[in-house]
């Protein structure tokens, strides 16, 4: 019995690698660039975006949360430290206070949860609106650009560190720190009880509050760091920027193993869950499929993968 | 009526049951006791049609069958009354009643709303319950929704109803009535096979008891002819000795003393005092208040007035982490909502009040955090194949030492145990006690909440009798007895001194 549940968890955490060595293999027998060193990172600096975004949803979701207001956390953070460097603050202060808005404006979003007990799906709701709206009124709906060359700024979207994309290293090391908290400290811990069961949380004295608030803060900060990545890219921040990125970002979490309901999940499926995608997006265009048809495709692989894991756990 | 013969089952390799007899007769209360994983369940769920057999025979009413699905078992007469109600709160008491199979006008799928609430009153005046059939389900205590499901059973002609620990969540009077309609219903000619842990429950109700250990068949007694202590040792295959193991603690200074706590419509004008290395229960029915009182204490609900005072001093505990800090523990009435994440494994689940013990800024040890489970697993004889064990996967009793363990690791000095050995087998429940006198030995104050007044009047020094939210009696362990405790419990006024 206990063999049983063991195997089926671990056949559950390898499912998504399955299913990404499965989807690489179609797309590179079909298309002979797809397996080329400049393309392969060229899908990971494509992938590091939502991947950020995803490891912070990930937390989020393990708590039994959703956020719905990335997409607009990542526009206002972007507009905001582009208006400052526009403006000729310091970039590197810019960089960090753009980083600091992120994560107050989830802070907010967390204390509205926790604070105000108000459903994270509806809470959200109503501050993507609200940020989405801020970053109009700030951008007066126009791109923001002329934002100098400092050096720090343009590597951090269109940088190498030897031949590796700098947006990628930025994945990798976050997804290192973020995995180790998880996994080895006490609030990785308390993350995954708040999700497994509240109440029980609640009444072994963990503050579920203080975690929920810091889940949400984490996820704005993370989003607000993709948004720095994305700004530099571009050499602009584009006020409808970040749109439908809290759908991908779900959808790399879930794709990853990661229950919605909570207390179960682990990170490495969300970058394999992030890389699914990507490859998914590279692989579509290089083999030719119209665009619009693409989403066709992206929505299916989602929905059989979560058909098969439901299969699995019932 | 029913004849269950060498019936054997194994899941993945592994035998639950080994040739095991089942006979059931017309008309008779037919108890169904062992330990928890002894096969009650598995075999019930072969009788009800919800797992098939590995061999073995089947006879109903002299014919053999082979159920394979819970409706054929259903078309000849067995129903089950599980655990959990089927009971849907927002539908109508009608509506509970005919789901599935209402009437309709002709094939419209119009429902005939008035006849089935007409059918309804009828069905369930019988049974000796006088509701408006129109109201929301959720509006009947779960001793009122039981009869419900009771009616449910009786209205597809069910001739065998299976019952498993219908009484786990229902008051003493409530009880009463359950047994009062059961009693009515085996007039008529309806068998009911009962499942429980409660021992002066099955005494009381039943005429014949069949007892499983380890999935195999131990024996059929008549109540009448069996004893409380032969049914125990038959149970668990050995002498169990003294139901509740004898104490020697001291009782010391006060550690709580609490003045006129009150909170609106839970309890009012509650105050007590708790000594180091005393066992004081709160006894009452459901819903007099009890558990809001300790989950105040706990800081989980806000009190609207009165004084704690924790070692003489005046504290105010608003938050379960400030609790744990002075040192208060808490083992949570429902271990499954409240007191684990299931999900957890064993060892997280322990850890989850101690991660002051276990980590360092912050970091969890591993070491540390094996040491204390190891530290647990001993002290509490918790049995589980290791620290990776999910806890969902664990005994009723197991599960409940778990939420123990967790406690245990604070070093409490006051520990408050809400209904701590409920759907527990005695074997565990024994075990249970002896932790809580150790404790108590140790200088431990204890405060337990419980509704098995045997249990109550065999482990507390001193009892508290709660009625509607107020305390209605303070009976030291010479003056106990269940009449008493009863008496004050349902709200009696103050007894004449006896000499």
Known sequence: MQLKTKNQSVLQKIAPFIGLILIVAIISISNTDFLTVSNLMNVLRQVSINALIAFGMTFVILTGGIDLSVGSTL??????????????????????????????????????????????????????????????????????????????????????????????????????????????????????????????????????????????????????????????????????????????AIAAVVLGGTSLTGGRGWIVGTLIGALIIGVLNNGLNLMGVPSFFQQVVKGAVILLAVLLDRKKTA | MIKMTDISKSFSGNKVLKNVHFALEKGEIHALMGENGAGKSTLMKIMSG?????????????????????????????AVIHQELNILPYLSIAENLFLGREETFGRTGVLRTKQMEKKTRKILLDLGLNVDPADPASSLSVGKQQIVEIAKALSVDAEVIIMDEPTAALTDREIDNLFKTIRELQKRGVSFIYISHRMEEIFSLCDRITILRDGEFVG????????????????????????????????????????????????????????????????????????????????????????????????????????????????????????????????????????????????????KERQLFDTMVQRLGIRTSG??????????GNQQKVVIAKWLGIEPELLILDEPTRGVDVGAKKEIYSIINQLAERGVAILMISSELPEVIGMADRVLVMHEGKITADLPKKEMTQERIMHFATGGGKLAVED
Request: proline share 3%; with cysteine; aromatic share 8%.
């Open chain 1, 75 to 248: 526009a206002l953070t972007g507009a905001v430290t582009a208006g400052m460097m526009a403006s000729g603050i310091d970039p590197i202060l810019a960089m960090l206070l753009g980083l600091l808005l992120g994560a107050i404006l989830g802070a907010v979003n967390g204390i509205i949860i926790a604070k105000g007990k108000v459903a994270p799906f509806i809470a959200t709701l109503a501050t993507m609106t609200i940020y989405r709206g801020l970053t109009l009124v700030y951008t007066d709906g126009r791109p923001i650009s002329g934002l100098g060359d400092s050096m720090t700024f343009q590597l951090l979207g269109k940088g190498y560190f030897f031949w590796i994309p700098i947006p990628v290293v930025t994945m990798i090391v976050s997804f290192g720190i973020l995995y180790f908290i998880l996994k080895k400290t006490t609030f990785g811990r308390r993350v995954y009880a708040v999700g497994g069961n509240e109440e029980a949380s609640i009444l072994s004295g963990i503050n579920t509050d203080r975690i929920k608030i810091y889940v949400y803060s984490l996820l704005g900060l993370l989003a607000a760091l993709a948004s720095l990545i994305l700004t530099s890219r571009l050499n602009s921040a584009q006020p409808t920027a970040g749109e439908m990125f809290e759908l991908d």
């Open chain 2, 50 to 78: 919800i797992y098939t057999r590995d061999s073995g025979t089947v006879e109903v009413k002299g014919e053999q069958v082979n159920f394979t699905s819970p409706k054929q078992a259903e078309e000849v007469g067995i």
């Open chain 2, 220 to 367: 059929e007694r008549k109540i009448s002819e069996t004893s409380f202590d032969e049914i125990v040792q038959m149970m668990v295959g050995r002498e169990l000795g003294e139901r509740f193991p004898e104490r020697k603690s001291e009782i010391g200074e006060i550690k709580l003393a609490v003045k006129g706590l009150s909170r609106k419509n839970c309890f009012e004008d509650i105050s007590f005092e708790l000594r180091k290395g005393e066992v004081l229960s709160i006894a009452g029915l459901m819903g007099a208040g009890r558990t809001e009182v300790a989950q105040s204490l706990f800081g989980y609900k806000k009190l609207d007035g009165g004084i704690i005072e924790f070692d003489g001093k005046q504290v105010k505990i608003d938050t379960p982490k400030k609790a744990k800090e002075m040192g208060i523990g808490y083992v949570t009435e429902d271990r499954k909502s409240e007191g684990l994440v299931v999900d957890f494994t064993v060892e997280e689940n322990v850890s989850m009040t101690n991660f002051a013990a276990i980590s360092k800024n912050g970091l969890i040890s591993k070491d």
């Open chain 2, 387 to 396: 620290p990776h064990q999910p806890a969902k996967s664990l005994s009723g």
